[in-house]
């Protein structure tokens, strides 16, 4: 086997395993989705505690699944375009899927200061949990898929012309 057919397979290996992450990513942003329509915050004590979902009016937890969504749909979009020097690179999806983690965590963490009056009252939910769960498990896939991309022979290919 020579040098430029090694190359061609390893090539394809990497396409195929970016696709294969991409598609992870892509199910993992439905799955977001899916998860805001569960409780992702509670507000007060019982009886009268207060549920909201993910996609509440005026919460900050829209965000978190909108960009996990979008990073999703983004992976999956550019992996299966077909046409060559197409597609979505996977900084763009990578960096979407960053940020609904890094929201994610923020509201966990800013929790109690997310109303002035309210302040210690708020409590999380299952759907927090899960989002910021989800949102970690989607960066990571998108940059696993980011760190496998190696251009680094094309200086070789450039000099075999």
Known sequence: MN???SSRQTSTRT???ERTLSMVAGGLGVL???FGFLKWLE???SPDQLEY???AFQMPTTAVIGFSLAAGLMAVLGATERRAGRGVPSAIPTALAATSLLLAIGIYLGKGSISPDLGAEV???IGLI???ITALLQTIVLAMGLAS???DNHLDVDRNR
């Open 15 to 17: 396409v195929e395993r």
């Open 130 to 132: 899960l989002g910021v």
């Open 43 to 45: 507000v007060g004590e």
């Open 3 to 5: 040098t430029r057919q």
């Open 53 to 55: 979902s993910g996609f």
């Open 32 to 34: 977001m989705f899916a």
């Open 123 to 125: 409590g999380v939910e």
């Open 149 to 151: 991309r190696h251009d």
